[in-house]
């Protein structure tokens, strides 16, 4: 089993998003036999307390009228085989590798199942939105993926608790992890210099921005070694026209970019 770092962490949750987005994406586009789109029929505000959240709250329609219909992203379906296919090996299991990868697992389920939101379509005469048909659906996947990348920034780091069955925060900590943060407990790597046995390259001859100061910035990814510049001369397509029809022709110019890189 690979180390519990925060990097591992990030790696686990997004990948059982991903699982439960193909599967409901599967779903609504009737590719799979054991499910269908989620065919909601309850009217107004009345709606299944298990799946209200507070995302869910925020988008519900608060005028006029109007019921469920269309055909919505199935994610009950597809937050259940998610977790069925990644926890499953570990549910017999109550060591601390493992309480930590099936909380990461749930954190990257929740990143789509609780931050569904809701789409509508009006009907009525010239255009009027008498009543509206609402139907539920994913995130875009991205806003799924920064969402963990916010969690894996504030990760909390944990260690097992006396029963031997949880977990508690190593340390002080602003406030304990809720089921939507990231945790781990081992910390990373030195990732600045080559290391065969965890795989990574380091970060000499890399290219950095020299004017960010996020994680592609030359401070931060250079490590505090510092960075080389140069001018180089790169190929690009440019004065492109559009011709009748169909095709778009360019020229090839000569641009100078300034390229920094790690040392």
């Not at 209200?52 to 009228?65: A, F, H, Q, Y």
């Not at 031997?164 to 600045?192: A, M, N, V």
């Not at 592609?216 to 190929?235: A, F, I, P, Q, S």
Request: proline share 3%; glycine share 8%.
């Amino acid at each position: 089993m690979f180390a519990d770092t925060r990097e591992t962490g990030f790696v686990n949750a997004i990948t059982a998003a991903g699982v439960t987005y193909a599967v409901t994406r599967a779903c609504t586009m009737g590719h799979l036999v054991e499910c269908s789109c989620d065919k909601m029929t309850s009217k107004g505000n009345r709606l299944d307390k298990l799946t209200r959240t507070v995302e869910m709250e925020k988008s519900l329609p608060n005028e006029g009228d109007w019921e469920w219909g269309g055909c919505g992203d199935n994610v009950k379906f597809g937050f259940k085989k998610s977790r069925d296919f990644m926890d499953a090996p570990y549910r017999k299991r109550s060591d601390i590798k493992t309480l930590v990868k099936l909380h990461n697992n749930n954190a990257g389920r929740l990143a789509i199942r609780d931050y569904m939101s809701t789409e509508c379509k009006c009907h009525g005469l010239s255009g009027s939105c008498t009543v509206r048909t609402c139907w539920r659906k994913m995130p875009a996947f991205r806003d799924v993926g920064n969402r963990l990348k916010e969690s894996f920034d504030g990760a909390a780091k944990v260690i097992p608790s006396n029963d031997g069955h949880s977990f508690i925060t190593e340390g002080p900590t602003i406030k304990p992890p809720d089921r939507f943060d990231l945790i781990y407990s081992e910390d990373s790597p030195d990732f600045c210099k080559p290391n065969r046995k965890t795989g990574s390259l380091g970060t000499q001859g890399r290219r950095c921005n020299s004017t960010s100061q996020g994680v592609d910035g030359c401070e931060l990814l250079c490590c505090g070694r510092g960075y080389d510049t140069r001018v180089v001369k790169e190929k690009i397509s440019c004065e492109c026209r559009f011709r009748w029809c169909c095709e778009v022709t360019c020229n090839t110019c000569l641009v100078k970019k300034t390229v920094n890189t790690c040392r």
